[in-house]
């Protein structure tokens, strides 16, 4: 992310405003400490002006721990 933001010429500030985030959470995501939702990831690819496929590819997810969160059926309503 911090690659293509500053390919961009993008400060962290400027690139949260327009995509419509806090820069604290931008700072996360290129911490490494966050991981976007598609939705996100898809405002910050067009905050960039690119394809979204282009943000995350060569992405590496191996060290990411993927859990499911227990189904609580209760909610629905």
Known sequence: MTRHREAAGQSMASLA???????????????????PNLRNAARLA?????????????LDLSKVQL??????GAREG
Do not use: C, H, Q
């Open 67 to 72: 859990e499911n969160r227990p189904y609580d």
């Open 46 to 58: 067009a905050a960039l002006e690119m394809p979204l496929s282009t943000l995350v590819e060569g």
């Open 17 to 35: 405003s327009i995509a419509g985030l806090s820069r604290a959470y931008l700072w996360r995501i290129e911490e490494g400490k966050s991981l």
